[in-house]
């Protein structure tokens, strides 16, 4: 397990962007995958993308196009950029990671993630 700790959550009106960052505890190696989810009030977790210590991405349908998501292993930093946001987006982000497996397999699972930040709120209004 890592510690990780999110920052960049806030408010915005919808067509806005926000920068989601995820610091990884120092002196930490990089994890073989790390993600991020969100959890929508009364719902459960939901994968929203994943990076590979090796850069390649995987994004959920509803992320394509509008959130990046890069990682920086000098640093141990992960971030997620979202652009063009809805009130659809609106939720608790979190930050996770991984070492027994990259995000090929089971890319969204939260149950096969071992470590979790505390969670960044979200809130686009219309």
């Known amino acids: 397990h890592v510690h990780l700790e999110e920052?960049?959550?806030?408010?915005?009106?919808?067509?806005?962007?926000?920068?989601?960052?995820?610091?990884?505890a120092k002196?930490?190696?990089?994890?073989f995958c790390m993600g991020w989810f969100r959890q929508l009030p009364g719902a459960g977790r939901e994968g929203v993308a994943a990076v590979d210590k090796d850069g390649t991405t995987y994004y959920a349908?509803?992320?394509?196009?509008?959130?990046?998501?890069?990682?920086?292993?000098?640093?141990?930093?992960l971030d997620l950029q979202m652009n063009r946001l809805t009130p659809a987006d609106t939720a608790m982000y979190y930050c996770a990671?991984?070492?027994s497996l990259m995000c090929q397999t089971a890319s969204f699972t939260p149950a096969m993630y071992t470590s979790w930040g505390q969670g960044t709120q979200v809130t686009i209004s219309s």
């Open 61 to 77: 349908g509803f992320a394509k196009g509008r959130f990046t998501i890069t990682r920086d292993n000098v640093k141990n930093t």
């Open 7 to 24: 920052s960049g959550g806030g408010s915005v009106q919808s067509g806005g962007s926000l920068r989601l960052s995820c610091e990884v």
């Open 97 to 99: 990671a991984r070492d």
């Open 27 to 31: 002196n930490s190696f990089p994890s």
